[in-house]
């Protein structure tokens, strides 16, 4: 089994700058937490964990122009990711499989609340627009290593974003996608999400007292951590110290609530147990754990229950450091693991401040003092989010090969947490195949149906909604009254999807989404500045986060599996599929949702059509086809896949393989081409047609038709976006109109955009090119399962 | 107070968005949590700004809510008592 192992770290937050900062902050045992200095903000009788460089301090410390339109998220991060590559000494010339996977939920929220009248009204700060969603502050956090990164994604499920991109990063690795990870998350404080907050009635206005009987909230806090993962062979050969091991990991949905846990702490449950059985040690193994605890008096109360039905009357040694920094949210994952890490190789247990009495049932205190001398091998530490997304990660002293001593049959009982999470990971893997099951579409054609393929709806308009089903035989209007469209639409394909499958329960649901509810996200938005930060309403707030669409999702079908959402502009739905392929192979999940959902907002499209986004005027077929002006028109859109690896004969088609990269040049894109082909003993004459996101953008459709020129000039051209139009998960509907030309052997005259598709010639492989703005770049490779 | 109360409804319908819904099918002394209504503590939230919104109610933590939410009736006394506009 590949050992991963942990290169470098960096930190920034409340308690400081770096590594030394924290460490001293954490020994002193003084929180620091406190007023509110800098956010522009009403609310100054909450206390937030604030970071104490101003924006123009911060581009400082990592040597940039002040002039540099950016935000404050990137540039949280940018500190910590520097220092953790310093430690690592990572050079780009180290490996041509570095990569980076970021969380983040705010995205430029801060920017975007100070300017969202301009935005609306006047092009005096378009170029903060194109800042705001959260990929966008990963493209810039990749400038930190001159982009050298072979791909890039962007992980939001909340509180837990950056532990989830500790495990993508993880098992990309153990997969052979990557050979160095760079993970982690970053959030800075906004008004936003400060009162959003504060709408849900948990935020302290006393510094928080985790896991104590008279707890009364969580306070915010902002920062940003990263890690650098790697194979320990990788980090032998470029003989850099190795800090630790990443031993274990894993990610349950609580599939409760929306914002609430579960009592018994079934998710948090879930997810501890996959992290000891991913590491093989047990439970007795760990010697501390660094707890989500919150200070909320639902998340310390059940995460209590959790970990009680886990260690029993052994509990190890306990803290939330929480009420040091703040809740970081998003960047919670990583700068708790750099916390663990720090423990683990200072040998100190940090205090769970503020900490008076237990919680009334709860069996146990936490440490209530810094703890020095403490020998520590492993350290399990906690992030949960919003949805019930739930993820433990296992850091362990490295031990150097062949002293290796773990418990392979940990007396722990993974059994029963197993079953309840459907999952069957000990399981061997016979081999790598993977299948589209069965698709499921709401878009601008009709829904829930492939009329799309032989008598499309043809776009009239350049914000096109999409069609809506009939939800009342999908879901209750009890179930209905909190959603927004984009909920209906997920949980209708997604019940659809599972129909037309023959599939009861999956193992994973993968969201890929740009932009999230942006409908609702508006909502809190323009009442926040229109009502002074008063009378908001929580269901807004709770809808902004991107990953309420998976977690409703596994709501609606009680699923406890893993879940994850990807806002990664043009390549979220890449990401998810990425996601999941990479799972399957690595055989720890069989049946898995993995799916796009955009919507677009009359605001929204004004913001972006004053950024280019969209034609003037003009979305006919024949103007998009001479692709000479700028933009293209919106789609908005759902697609829910079933991916299986089991074969039937009513599978769809075959995924055999996707390489995603980030700013390849076109030598870097033909290498990747060719390990794809190769990998499959193909070469590019097999291929029957090529499916490219083809929109009418000139920029964006000069990539694509170079692309084809230079690989497979007499290869047939399918284009989809005409039918569906641009989103940030619009590619989704490339890999679906793929697999249903796969299906049916036939390629209408309506899709095909170039060349002609040889007539009683078998369609037996088409490869899928998405590309966002010449960045991120995915090539799959599917065929069909009559061949 | 009657007339409260069905102002009171109409609002709790809006607000929480309950679609179909009449204020008549909403019995005035059945709980609105758990087994009545089947409301739960996002609802309970959006309850909250509503009082304050449209009575001047300002609660202090979710918890008082508890009490206050029993019913529409007991919601509809409490507004009664405490209303500032």
């Not at chain 1, 969380?103 to 100070?114: A, D, I, L, R, Y």
């Not at chain 1, 939001?156 to 098992?171: D, E, H, Q």
């Not at chain 1, 959003?196 to 940003?224: H, S, V, W, Y």
């Not at chain 1, 089991?646 to 088609?653: K, M, S, V």
Request: glycine content about 8%; aromatic content about 6%.
């Amino acid at each position: 089994m590949t050992k991963i192992v942990v290169t470098g770290i960096g930190i920034i937050s409340a308690l400081g700058n770096g590594k030394e900062q924290t460490l001293e902050g954490l020994r002193a045992g003084k929180t620091a937490v406190g007023p509110i200095r800098m956010l522009n903000t009403k609310h100054h009788e909450l206390p937030v964990g604030e970071v104490a460089f101003s924006d123009e301090e911060l581009k400082q410390l990592i040597g940039m122009s002040a002039d540099t339109v950016t935000n404050r998220t990137t540039l949280l991060a940018r500190v910590a990711l520097k220092e953790a590559i310093a430690e690592a000494q990572l050079r780009p010339s180290d490996s041509d499989a570095i990569v980076l996977i970021s969380g983040n939920t705010v995205g430029g929220m801060e920017k975007s609340e100070q300017y969202y009248w301009d935005f609306q009204q006047n092009d005096n700060r378009n170029e903060y627009i194109g800042l705001h969603d959260c990929g966008a502050c990963t493209e810039m956090i990749a400038e930190e290593f001159s982009g050298h990164f072979k791909l890039t994604s962007t992980i939001s499920t909340a509180c837990s974003s950056a532990a989830n991109a500790v495990i993508l990063g993880a098992n990309l690795i153990k997969d052979g996608t990557a050979e160095i990870a760079v993970v982690g998350g970053t959030e800075c404080l906004s008004k936003f999400h400060l009162n959003g907050f504060n709408t849900l009635m948990i935020l302290d206005k006393e510094p928080c007292k985790p896991f104590d009987a008279q707890r009364n909230g969580l306070n915010l806090g902002e920062g940003a951590a990263y890690l650098v993962l790697e194979t320990e062979e990788s980090a032998l050969r470029r003989n850099v110290p190795i800090l630790c091991e990443l031993s274990g990991y894993g990610n349950s949905c609580d599939a409760f609530h929306q914002t609430a846990t579960s009592p018994n702490g079934e998710g948090p449950y879930l997810a501890m147990c996959k992290a000891l059985q991913n590491s093989g040690l047990s439970a007795n193994d760990i010697d501390y754990i660094n707890a989500h605890g919150t200070g909320t008096p639902n998340n310390d109360e059940c995460e209590g229950y959790a970990m009680m039905r886990i260690f029993g009357d052994k509990m190890p040694p306990i803290s939330s450091t929480k009420a040091y920094t703040g809740h970081t949210t998003s960047a919670a994952g990583s700068v708790e693991s750099v916390i663990s890490i720090l423990a683990l190789k200072h040998q100190f247990i940090p205090a769970n401040l503020h900490y008076s009495n237990p919680i009334e049932g709860h069996s146990f205190r936490p440490v209530t003092e810094v703890k020095e001398n403490v020998p520590l091998k492993h350290v399990l530490t906690n992030s949960f989010g919003f949805g019930g997304n739930d993820s433990s990660c296992i850091f362990s002293a490295y031990r150097e090969q062949g002293t290796e001593d773990r418990i392979q049959n940990s007396e722990f009982n993974i059994q029963k947490a197993e079953e309840t999470a459907h999952s069957s990971q000990l399981t061997a893997h016979s081999s790598r195949s993977t299948y589209i099951r069965a698709a499921s579409q709401i878009s601008l054609q009709a829904p829930l149906s492939e009329q799309w393929f032989d008598e499309p709806v043809v776009p009239s308009s350049l914000n096109c909604d999409s069609q809506e089903a009939n939800y009342s035989q999908y879901i209750s209007p009890m179930a209905a009254r909190r959603m927004g469209k984009l909920f209906k639409r997920a949980i209708a394909t997604a019940v659809d999807v599972l129909h037309k499958g023959d599939c009861e329960q999956v193992d994973a649901i993968v969201t890929g989404t740009g932009l999230g509810c942006i409908e609702n996200t508006e909502k809190f938005l323009i009442a926040m500045l229109n009502n002074d930060e008063e009378l908001l309403s929580p269901t807004h707030f709770m809808q902004s986060t991107h990953n309420t669409i998976s977690s409703q999702m596994a709501l609606h079908l009680k699923c406890h599996g893993y879940n994850c959402t990807y806002s990664h502009r043009g390549t979220s739905f890449d990401s998810g599929l990425l996601d999941v392929l990479t799972q399957m192979h690595l055989g720890d999940i069989h049946k898995a949702l993995v799916c796009g959902h955009e919507e677009m907002t009359p605001e929204y499209f004004r913001m972006l059509d004053r950024i280019g986004y969209w034609k003037k005027e003009g979305i006919d077929k024949e103007t998009l086809h001479r692709h000479d002006s700028n933009g293209s028109f919106s789609g908005s859109c759902s697609l829910n896949l079933l991916l299986t690896d089991t074969p039937d004969a009513n599978n769809l088609c075959a995924i055999r393989g996707m390489e995603m990269l980030y700013k390849p040049d076109s030598q870097q894109l033909d290498s990747a081409l060719q390990r794809l082909l190769a990998q499959n003993d193909l070469n590019i004459n097999d291929i029957s047609t090529i499916v490219m996101g083809l929109s009418g953008d000139q920029a964006n459709d000069e990539v694509y038709l170079n692309f084809a020129h230079q690989q497979c000039p007499d290869t047939p051209i399918v284009w989809y976006k005409h039918l569906f139009g641009e989103s940030y998960c619009a590619s989704a509907f490339g890999v679906y109109t793929s697999a249903i030309i796969l299906q049916r052997q036939t390629i209408p005259n309506h899709l095909i955009y170039k060349g002609k598709a040889a007539e009683d010639t078998p369609i037996k492989h088409i490869l899928v090119y998405n590309h966002f703005q010449n960045k991120d770049h995915s090539l799959i490779l599917l065929s069909s399962c009559l061949y | 107070m009657e007339e409260l109360i069905n102002k009171l409804k109409e609002e709790i319908i809006d607000v929480l968005n309950l679609e179909g819904m009449k204020p008549e099918d909403i019995d005035e002394n059945a709980p609105l949590f758990g087994e009545g209504l089947g409301l739960d503590s996002i609802d309970a939230l959006e309850l909250i700004v509503l009082m304050e919104k449209e009575y001047g109610i300002k609660l202090k933590n979710a918890n008082e809510g508890k009490e206050i939410f029993k019913s529409v009736r007991v919601m509809a006394e409490y507004i009664h008592e405490h209303k500032t506009k």
